[in-house]
């Protein structure tokens, strides 16, 4: 007789976890409004899109060049005002899409270290975290760091080591 939870196989749970994550990540991309710091980094994409200085970005809001933040968020969202044009919704698209990939990580990092359940609560938990929804319609580079962050410690669980030896490697265990 099949006990209650496991007959969902792990597709089926991250399916599940990706489709929850996509509604609510995406539910209200339309809502125009982007907090300052996303203003600004739409801006400077914008400006790389416009005038083609991928490598030398200026900031148009402080009218120097665009040195303090590493250009992870602003070449991706410029090529997307290139493809779709400037707007606020365009401008979200990239840090939409990395929190999509950040719940895939994590349900792939709790599956790879325990168990598909684990992997989908790590996924939910992170996704019902009071500001992960509220930054992922921002333009801001905040998701697209922890997306590689995630996907960094993804590539540590799966290059072998035992579970004891992973937390040494990310600095949370001691032998």
Excluded at 115 to 129: D, E, H, K, V
Excluded at 158 to 168: A, D, M, S, V
Aim: hydrophobic content about 55%.
């Amino acid at each position: 007789m099949d006990k209650g939870g496991e007959s969902l196989s792990p597709k089926a749970l991250l399916a599940s976890l990706l489709g929850i994550g996509f509604f609510l990540v995406f539910v209200q991309a339309n809502h125009p409004s982007l907090d300052s710091d996303g203003i600004h980094y739409a801006a400077v994409a914008e400006e790389i899109a416009r005038s083609g200085r991928w490598l030398l970005p200026f900031d148009p809001v402080v009218n120097t060049p665009h040195y303090w933040h590493f250009p992870m968020c602003l070449w991706p969202n410029a090529l997307l005002f290139q493809w779709l044009g400037t707007s606020p919704a365009v401008a979200k698209l990239y840090s939409m899409g990395m929190t999509l990939v950040a719940l895939a990580g994590l349900f792939f990092l709790g599956k790879t270290l325990s168990s598909p359940w684990t992997g989908w609560f790590a996924g939910m938990a992170f996704l019902l975290t009071n500001h992960v929804l509220r930054i992922a319609r921002q333009c801001r580079p905040d998701l697209p760091l922890i997306a590689f962050l995630v996907l960094a410690f993804l590539g540590l669980a799966c290059w072998g080591l035992k579970l004891e030896e992973f937390w040494i490697a990310v600095g949370l265990g001691r032998k």
